[in-house]
């Protein structure tokens, strides 16, 4: 069944593949804070689960369109904001007693840096809306042909821009070797994606067929803030 850029009836199943979407973004960004040796190159532990995101990104445009993957990253965003201010927030509360040997780790380990926080938003905000315009686009384009092609290239761009904002903003005159630290994240992040091709081809098969859509961005806006189409 395809549906021609038009408001469809919210779903069980667009409401979990959100809520995969939306845990994906939140664990990637508290397990971040630890950096681990991948492959003999130093990464944010994160890489085990943000490029997920990214692949459910993907399944969100592909199968709904753009508008309601846009709607649901500005979600992300706010629910991010939300754990990130409930964390601080705990951390600023007096502790126990018996706990203040706990402090420093809890401080370690959850706290943010403002310079951090920017970072992380910035290129979450222009990763994740760049992946979703070009899925969209290349969709149009090749006629809902070669779903391969719109993912990794989708992901080559976003995650691109995401590293590249993300590692400026955050280490820029911090860390010696900030382009190395730029593409081993992206080069990462797309083999991610390379790999995981067969499981998003059959999830996006499925999901089409479970609630019989299949969206074609004809004539809408790439507008993040929206909706002017």
Not at 23 to 46: E, F, W
Not at 63 to 89: K, M, P
Not at 129 to 147: D, E, H, Y
Not at 164 to 190: N, R
């Amino acid at each position: 069944m395809n549906v021609a850029s038009q408001q469809q009836p919210i779903t069980p199943l667009f409401v979990v593949v959100t809520a995969l979407f939306i845990t994906a973004l939140i664990s990637s960004n508290i397990i971040s804070v630890k950096l681990a040796v991948i492959a003999g190159q130093i990464l944010p532990a994160g890489i085990v689960i943000f490029p997920v995101s990214y692949i459910v990104g993907d399944i969100l445009t592909e199968v709904y369109g753009y508008r309601r993957a846009r709607a649901v990253i500005w979600l992300g965003l706010a629910s991010n904001l939300l754990v990130v201010t409930a964390i601080w927030v705990a951390g600023q509360l007096p502790p126990a007693q018996f706990w203040q040997e706990n402090q420093s780790a809890y401080e370690t380990i959850l706290g943010y840096t403002p310079r951090i926080l920017v970072a992380s938003f910035a290129a979450y905000l222009v990763g994740e809306f760049a992946n979703s315009a070009v899925l969209s686009r290349m969709k149009v384009a090749t006629r809902g042909r070669w779903l391969w092609s719109r993912t990794i290239g989708s992901t080559v761009v976003g995650q691109g821009l995401d590293s590249i904002v993300f590692i400026t903003i955050a280490f820029a005159g911090q860390v010696p070797g900030l382009w190395h630290l730029v593409w081993v994240q992206w080069l990462a992040k797309v083999l991610y994606e390379v790999a995981a091709t067969p499981v998003t081809y059959a999830v996006v098969g499925w999901l089409k067929r479970k609630d019989r859509i299949d969206t074609f961005d004809y004539d809408v806006s790439l507008n993040p803030i929206g909706p002017g189409d």
